[in-house]
């Protein structure tokens, strides 16, 4: 018979053992097919292979038999090969573990031609005898034995001999001989075998892990310390509304004012260890893919718990990283608020990779236990092989050679998150680094003029005009009493002058020198009690963060002003004109542009 044909059959003999359907191997099997390697107590014929299955089904009930490779000329098949499963029931004599097994061996199977078979039944048989090796976590030997089916006829030989052959495969032939070759693999990515990057495996998606740990702890505290700096507990501070059972711990915490670059070092930091950490975390969900495919989906409550995590783990950090992402670009191609999303998602995030960190920790020690920290990372591409398939799902069951050695996969992975850690500092820093930030969205160069500097708002998008900022303009200051001070008034009263920062929550930080008059004044100009909190009104109509509230600590500061002028000149439009609060360490937003009333008001 054709090649075409032995491989149809032998194609379908993995099809009934896949799907289970076993009575179809009457089909497939010839009634006097004989395995010359059989299971303990298997017998011959199409009844004996249903036999072996059964119980092989019953101890894995998702049995897989996956081809690997299939070289057929019109006599034989030779086939490689991975079974694999989940251990649910008895095998053997060996209780279920629940593990999940991977096993790989070759198959050579002998054809006869001529009209003695009939097409349908040109399977003759399968040598298959697999040792347990589940319970200790390690990858099953596959031992394979090729023989005739049965005594050839007289005058002829045997095609093998008659002792089986034993050994692991190694990998499949990359340019198998002459006489046809079909490649029996499904593309579909729930099929193991599509994943063969020899570099995926436990070492790696630990030192990655270990990597990433770090960056996204320093990423979450800072974090929770901008909104700390919010103070939300104060009337129209919380932007992403209530705090829930939060509430207490930000109420409990005040953020201090006395150094002046708090906030600007803290959002700086939280920015730069994000888009640090961005390429490891691409990193580590390329390296463990092939486990977000796995079959089937789940296999118990705790396998469910897993992958339930799993699902938060990933789609958390996307949504955060990305939505982080955008807004340090000011580009929002959504119809949510940017900051209560970011806020909550990072809380399912966080609770997530903190639960999948207690489930994988034991995977982390032993991968690092059997193949040392760094000990990886002195191979060349040379000796760059695939862990053992036992190890975990997503180690390949039929490796690709490595095109990257594991090195020099981390050191592509490290330049790059360190490239983004110099050109986001370029950003927030800001001074001769700030043309390392290529991709600061608002710009590297600003002009040198007294106001030529990063502008968050514009007068324009905030719909403030010339002529609300006019002459007619004046201050509305309430307390104990009340007073409309006009820009006049304001000029002539004590003027202070300081360098402070205004940092905004995307990470960038300018420095400039800001003179105004005192906050403290006017809150003794306004009749304000020592605990009086202070309510800021923008001219800005409507909007997200049109007014602020600050705290009795930030007003008496000696450094908060109500500002008049920047670097000795008055400010321009975009940056407040007429006059804008400038706060020690406080977050840009709460740093009121073109202020229209001044409230203090007990809290």
Known sequence: MSSAANIAALERMAECVNTGNLDALDEVVDADAIDHDPAPDQGGGPQGFK???????????????????????????????????????????????????????????????????????????????????????????????SRPLRDPPDGQTRTCEDRPTRGRLRSAPRRPPAGGVRPAVSRSPFNRDVWRSPLRGPWLASLLSAALLPLLILTAVTGFL???????????????????????????????????????????????????AAPILLAKLWAVIPKLWERPAVRSVAHALERLSLALLVGGALFVFVTGVFNIQIYYPWDFSFVPSHYWASFVFLGALAFHIALKLGVMRRAFRDNGVVAPLRQDLAHTTAEAPAA????????????ISRRGFVTVVGGTSLGLTVMMAGQSIGGPLRNLGVLAPRGRDYGSGPNDFQINKTAVSAGVTTTDTGPSWTLELSGARQEMLT?????????????????????????????????????????????????????????????????????????SLLALKVNGVDLSLDHGFPARIIVPALPGVHNTKWVASMTFRSA
């Open 487 to 559: 820009r006049d008034e304001l000029l002539v009263m004590k003027q202070s002058s300081h360098d402070l920062p205004i940092a905004c929550v995307e990470g960038w930080t300018t420095t400039q020198s800001w003179t105004g008059v005192p906050l403290r004044d006017l809150a003794r100009l306004a009749g304000a009690r020592q605990d009086d909190i202070l309510l800021v009104e923008s001219l800005q109509e409507s909007g997200s963060f049109r007014d602020a509230a600050l705290t009795p600590a930030q007003i008496s500061d000696p450094r």
């Open 51 to 145: 036999d072996c299955f059964v119980t092989l089904r019953t101890a894995f009930p998702d049995l897989e038999l996956a081809p690997v490779t299939v070289v057929a000329d019109d006599d034989h098949v030779a086939m490689a090969y991975t079974i694999t499963g989940t251990h649910e029931g008895e095998f053997m004599g060996i209780a279920a573990t629940g593990e999940r097994i991977s096993a790989r061996g070759c198959e050579i199977v002998r054809f006869r031609d001529g009209g003695e078979v009939p097409p349908a039944s040109q399977f003759r048989g399968i040598a298959l005898r697999g040792r347990r090796a589940a319970e200790q976590g390690y990858e099953q030997s596959m031992n394979t034995a």
């Open 226 to 276: 901008s909104h700390v700096a919010y103070e939300t507990e104060l009337p129209g501070n919380a932007v992403g509304g209530s705090d829930g059972i939060l509430a207490p711990v930000y109420r409990a915490l005040d953020w201090p004012t006395g150094w002046a670059w708090l906030y600007a070092v803290n959002q700086s930091v939280h920015i730069v260890a994000g888009f640090a």
């Open 392 to 403: 975990s799902e997503s180690v390949p069951t039929d490796p690709k050679p490595a095109t």
